[in-house]
Protein backbone atom coordinates (compact mmCIF):
# COMPACT_ATOMS: atom_id res chain seq x y z
CA UNK A 1 0.00 0.00 0.00
CA UNK A 2 2.68 2.50 0.75
CA UNK A 3 4.78 1.71 -1.85
CA UNK A 4 1.74 2.71 -4.36
CA UNK A 5 1.74 6.07 -6.05
CA UNK A 6 -0.67 8.31 -7.83
CA UNK A 7 0.28 6.85 -11.47
CA UNK A 8 -0.69 3.65 -10.50
CA UNK A 9 -4.80 4.00 -9.51
CA UNK A 10 -4.96 8.27 -11.24
CA UNK A 11 -7.57 8.06 -14.27
CA UNK A 12 -5.98 8.75 -17.57
CA UNK A 13 -9.39 9.34 -19.16
CA UNK A 14 -10.38 12.47 -18.49
CA UNK A 15 -13.91 14.16 -18.90
CA UNK A 16 -13.62 17.83 -20.21
CA UNK A 17 -15.09 20.50 -21.11
CA UNK A 18 -14.54 24.08 -22.44
CA UNK A 19 -15.60 27.12 -20.44
CA UNK A 20 -17.78 27.79 -23.17
CA UNK A 21 -20.28 25.50 -22.89
CA UNK A 22 -23.29 24.85 -21.81
CA UNK A 23 -24.33 23.70 -18.22
CA UNK A 24 -26.21 21.47 -19.53
CA UNK A 25 -23.60 19.67 -21.70
CA UNK A 26 -21.40 19.06 -18.10
CA UNK A 27 -24.39 17.73 -16.71
CA UNK A 28 -25.52 15.17 -18.77
CA UNK A 29 -21.79 14.54 -19.18
CA UNK A 30 -21.53 13.58 -15.11
CA UNK A 31 -24.67 11.67 -15.85
CA UNK A 32 -23.83 9.54 -18.56
CA UNK A 33 -20.53 9.01 -17.21
CA UNK A 34 -21.74 8.56 -13.48
CA UNK A 35 -18.86 10.89 -12.50
CA UNK A 36 -18.80 14.30 -10.08
CA UNK A 37 -16.28 16.77 -11.75
CA UNK A 38 -15.27 17.47 -15.42
CA UNK A 39 -11.90 19.13 -16.51
CA UNK A 40 -12.26 22.35 -17.97
CA UNK A 41 -9.77 22.64 -20.59
CA UNK A 42 -8.79 25.79 -22.94
CA UNK A 43 -6.52 25.05 -25.73
CA UNK A 44 -5.60 21.52 -24.29
CA UNK A 45 -4.59 23.49 -20.80
CA UNK A 46 -6.72 23.37 -18.06
CA UNK A 47 -8.13 26.35 -16.68
CA UNK A 48 -10.35 24.88 -14.36
CA UNK A 49 -12.67 22.76 -12.65
CA UNK A 50 -16.16 21.65 -12.34
CA UNK A 51 -18.10 19.56 -9.96
CA UNK A 52 -21.79 18.88 -8.39
CA UNK A 53 -20.79 20.65 -5.28
CA UNK A 54 -20.14 23.76 -7.89
CA UNK A 55 -23.54 23.47 -9.72
CA UNK A 56 -25.47 22.81 -6.00
CA UNK A 57 -23.41 26.17 -4.76
CA UNK A 58 -24.81 28.33 -7.69
CA UNK A 59 -28.07 27.03 -7.94
CA UNK A 60 -28.37 28.66 -4.73
CA UNK A 61 -27.46 32.26 -5.76
CA UNK A 62 -30.21 34.82 -3.79
CA UNK A 63 -31.48 35.32 -7.16
CA UNK A 64 -34.71 33.65 -7.42
CA UNK A 65 -34.32 34.88 -11.28
CA UNK A 66 -30.85 33.44 -12.42
CA UNK A 67 -32.07 29.96 -10.71
CA UNK A 68 -34.66 29.88 -13.10
CA UNK A 69 -32.48 30.58 -15.85
CA UNK A 70 -32.41 28.05 -18.74
CA UNK A 71 -29.32 25.77 -17.98
CA UNK A 72 -28.54 25.51 -21.77
CA UNK A 73 -27.81 29.31 -21.28
CA UNK A 74 -25.27 29.15 -18.59
CA UNK A 75 -21.68 28.75 -19.53
CA UNK A 76 -19.18 26.60 -17.59
CA UNK A 77 -17.25 29.61 -16.74
CA UNK A 78 -19.62 31.19 -14.58
CA UNK A 79 -19.61 28.33 -12.50
CA UNK A 80 -16.77 26.16 -12.27
CA UNK A 81 -13.60 26.79 -9.74
CA UNK A 82 -11.01 28.38 -11.25
CA UNK A 83 -7.92 27.41 -8.62
CA UNK A 84 -6.13 23.88 -9.64
CA UNK A 85 -3.99 22.22 -7.61
CA UNK A 86 -1.64 19.17 -9.04
CA UNK A 87 0.31 16.88 -8.35
CA UNK A 88 3.36 14.42 -9.74
CA UNK A 89 2.05 11.07 -11.11
CA UNK A 90 5.59 9.54 -8.63
CA UNK A 91 4.12 11.39 -5.30
CA UNK A 92 2.66 8.49 -2.94
CA UNK A 93 -0.97 7.98 -2.17
CA UNK A 94 -0.61 9.28 1.42
CA UNK A 95 1.00 12.84 -0.16
CA UNK A 96 -2.28 13.06 -2.28
CA UNK A 97 -4.76 12.40 0.14
CA UNK A 98 -3.20 15.19 2.42
CA UNK A 99 -3.09 17.17 -0.50
CA UNK A 100 -6.78 16.45 -1.07
CA UNK A 101 -7.84 16.84 2.76
CA UNK A 102 -5.10 20.38 3.49
CA UNK A 103 -7.45 21.52 0.13
CA UNK A 104 -10.66 20.21 0.99
CA UNK A 105 -11.35 19.48 -2.54
CA UNK A 106 -12.12 16.08 -4.44
CA UNK A 107 -9.74 15.99 -7.40
CA UNK A 108 -5.96 16.79 -8.01
CA UNK A 109 -4.44 17.53 -11.62
CA UNK A 110 -2.04 14.73 -12.36
CA UNK A 111 0.75 16.59 -14.58
CA UNK A 112 4.50 16.10 -15.37
CA UNK A 113 5.56 18.47 -18.07
CA UNK A 114 2.03 17.51 -19.34
CA UNK A 115 -1.45 16.64 -18.09
CA UNK A 116 -1.55 13.24 -17.53
CA UNK A 117 -4.88 12.54 -15.60
CA UNK A 118 -6.37 13.49 -12.49
CA UNK A 119 -7.01 11.54 -9.53
CA UNK A 120 -9.82 12.05 -7.04
CA UNK A 121 -11.08 10.95 -3.88
CA UNK A 122 -13.21 8.28 -6.05
CA UNK A 123 -9.86 6.52 -7.04
CA UNK A 124 -8.96 6.26 -3.82
CA UNK A 125 -11.78 4.60 -2.33
CA UNK A 126 -11.68 2.02 -5.22
CA UNK A 127 -8.11 1.39 -4.53
CA UNK A 128 -8.80 0.39 -1.16
CA UNK A 129 -11.99 -1.36 -1.56
CA UNK A 130 -9.60 -3.86 -3.38
CA UNK A 131 -6.86 -3.79 -0.90
CA UNK A 132 -7.70 -5.51 3.01
CA UNK A 133 -6.39 -3.07 5.79
CA UNK A 134 -6.72 -3.43 9.53
CA UNK A 135 -8.47 -0.38 10.11
CA UNK A 136 -12.00 -0.15 11.71
CA UNK A 137 -14.71 2.70 10.83
CA UNK A 138 -14.38 3.82 14.43
CA UNK A 139 -10.69 4.59 13.92
CA UNK A 140 -11.77 7.05 10.54
CA UNK A 141 -15.33 7.99 11.04
CA UNK A 142 -16.30 11.71 11.82
CA UNK A 143 -18.87 12.04 14.89
CA UNK A 144 -20.39 14.90 13.44
CA UNK A 145 -23.68 14.37 11.36
CA UNK A 146 -25.94 16.99 10.15
CA UNK A 147 -29.37 16.43 10.21
CA UNK A 148 -32.58 17.68 8.73
CA UNK A 149 -36.29 16.85 9.01
CA UNK A 150 -38.05 14.84 6.26
CA UNK A 151 -40.42 18.06 5.96
CA UNK A 152 -37.39 20.19 5.88
CA UNK A 153 -37.86 22.47 2.95
CA UNK A 154 -34.91 22.00 0.13
CA UNK A 155 -33.66 25.70 1.08
CA UNK A 156 -33.18 24.81 4.50
CA UNK A 157 -31.33 21.43 3.39
CA UNK A 158 -28.89 23.64 1.10
CA UNK A 159 -28.80 26.45 3.99
CA UNK A 160 -27.97 23.49 6.76
CA UNK A 161 -25.32 22.27 4.20
CA UNK A 162 -23.83 25.48 3.79
CA UNK A 163 -23.90 26.53 7.51
CA UNK A 164 -22.23 23.32 8.62
CA UNK A 165 -19.85 23.31 6.21
CA UNK A 166 -20.59 19.62 5.03
CA UNK A 167 -21.67 17.95 1.35
CA UNK A 168 -24.38 15.69 3.03
CA UNK A 169 -26.77 15.89 5.01
CA UNK A 170 -28.86 12.68 7.27
CA UNK A 171 -33.28 13.04 6.70
CA UNK A 172 -34.85 11.95 10.11
CA UNK A 173 -38.69 11.27 10.62
CA UNK A 174 -40.67 12.06 13.52
CA UNK A 175 -39.11 10.22 16.27
CA UNK A 176 -35.65 10.98 15.40
CA UNK A 177 -35.51 7.89 13.20
CA UNK A 178 -32.77 8.42 10.34
CA UNK A 179 -34.37 7.96 6.48
CA UNK A 180 -32.17 8.97 4.38
CA UNK A 181 -29.51 11.28 3.16
CA UNK A 182 -29.13 13.66 0.80
CA UNK A 183 -26.09 14.78 -1.47
CA UNK A 184 -25.00 17.30 -3.27
CA UNK A 185 -26.26 15.13 -6.50
CA UNK A 186 -29.48 14.95 -4.89
CA UNK A 187 -29.34 18.78 -5.18
CA UNK A 188 -27.72 19.01 -8.18
CA UNK A 189 -29.55 16.44 -10.60
CA UNK A 190 -32.22 15.23 -8.45
CA UNK A 191 -34.73 16.96 -10.37
CA UNK A 192 -32.75 17.31 -13.74
CA UNK A 193 -36.00 15.65 -15.38
CA UNK A 194 -39.67 14.78 -14.55
CA UNK A 195 -41.51 11.88 -14.20
CA UNK A 196 -42.30 11.03 -17.36
CA UNK A 197 -38.32 11.08 -18.28
CA UNK A 198 -38.60 14.32 -20.31
CA UNK A 199 -35.02 16.40 -19.89
CA UNK A 200 -36.61 19.64 -18.12
CA UNK A 201 -34.53 23.16 -19.19
CA UNK A 202 -35.14 24.13 -15.60
CA UNK A 203 -33.60 22.78 -12.46
CA UNK A 204 -36.59 23.60 -10.13
CA UNK A 205 -36.68 23.22 -6.71
CA UNK A 206 -38.32 20.01 -5.30
CA UNK A 207 -40.82 20.96 -2.25
CA UNK A 208 -39.27 19.20 0.72
CA UNK A 209 -36.40 17.23 1.68
CA UNK A 210 -37.93 13.40 1.47
CA UNK A 211 -38.65 14.67 -2.14
CA UNK A 212 -34.77 13.78 -3.22
CA UNK A 213 -33.35 12.17 -0.39
CA UNK A 214 -31.61 9.00 -1.12
CA UNK A 215 -32.78 5.75 0.49
CA UNK A 216 -32.42 3.22 2.20
CA UNK A 217 -29.95 4.21 4.48
CA UNK A 218 -27.03 2.33 4.18
CA UNK A 219 -25.15 1.65 7.59
CA UNK A 220 -21.53 0.08 8.62
CA UNK A 221 -20.74 -1.36 12.75
CA UNK A 222 -18.73 1.04 14.04
CA UNK A 223 -15.79 -2.34 14.17
CA UNK A 224 -16.51 -2.61 10.56
CA UNK A 225 -13.48 -2.65 8.35
CA UNK A 226 -12.89 0.54 6.34
CA UNK A 227 -12.52 -1.58 3.47
CA UNK A 228 -15.90 -3.23 3.49
CA UNK A 229 -17.37 0.20 3.52
CA UNK A 230 -15.33 1.19 0.82
CA UNK A 231 -16.49 -1.86 -1.62
CA UNK A 232 -19.98 -1.42 -0.46
CA UNK A 233 -19.48 2.25 -1.55
CA UNK A 234 -17.97 1.12 -4.98
CA UNK A 235 -20.63 -1.30 -5.38
CA UNK A 236 -23.71 1.17 -4.43
CA UNK A 237 -22.18 3.86 -5.62
CA UNK A 238 -22.82 6.12 -3.09
CA UNK A 239 -19.88 8.72 -0.88
CA UNK A 240 -20.59 7.95 2.33
CA UNK A 241 -22.05 5.29 5.03
CA UNK A 242 -23.20 5.42 8.40
CA UNK A 243 -22.14 4.34 11.26
CA UNK A 244 -23.99 2.02 14.14
CA UNK A 245 -22.63 1.26 17.37
CA UNK A 246 -24.38 -2.38 19.13
CA UNK A 247 -27.43 -0.69 19.99
CA UNK A 248 -28.02 0.45 15.88
CA UNK A 249 -27.98 3.81 17.55
CA UNK A 250 -26.14 6.49 14.66
CA UNK A 251 -22.83 7.33 15.78
CA UNK A 252 -20.80 9.19 12.98
CA UNK A 253 -20.63 9.03 9.40
CA UNK A 254 -17.69 7.18 7.62
CA UNK A 255 -17.58 9.30 4.34
CA UNK A 256 -14.85 9.96 1.49
CA UNK A 257 -12.56 12.13 3.81
CA UNK A 258 -12.52 9.31 6.37
CA UNK A 259 -11.19 6.47 3.61
CA UNK A 260 -8.15 9.03 2.80
CA UNK A 261 -7.27 9.48 6.45
CA UNK A 262 -7.67 5.78 6.40
CA UNK A 263 -4.90 5.76 3.69
CA UNK A 264 -2.58 7.79 5.65
CA UNK A 265 -2.68 5.90 8.26
CA UNK A 266 -1.26 3.33 6.77
CA UNK A 267 1.38 5.00 4.75
CA UNK A 268 2.53 5.86 8.32
Same mark, same amino acid.
Given at each position: ??????????????????????????????????????????????????????????????????????????????????????????????????????????????????????????????????????????????????????????????? *? %??? /??????? !? +??????? =? $???????????????????????????????????????????????????? *? %??? /??????? !? +??????? =? $?????????????????
Amino acid at each position: MTEMRVRDIMSTQVYAVTPGEPLSRARNLMLRHKISRLLVLMHDEPVGMLTKADITCRLNQAEPQWRRRPIDQIPVQLVMTKSLIGIYPDATLSQACELLLENDIGGLVVRDEDLQGIITKWDMIMHISKHPADIRACDVMSDFIAVVHQQHSVGHVIH *T %MDT /EDVDRVV !V +IEYGGKP =I $GMITNSNLAFGCASDPRGRDKKFLEVPVVAEDIMSTPLITIPEDGFVTDAAR *T %MVD /ELINSII !V +IDAESDV =I $GILDQESILRGIIMLGE
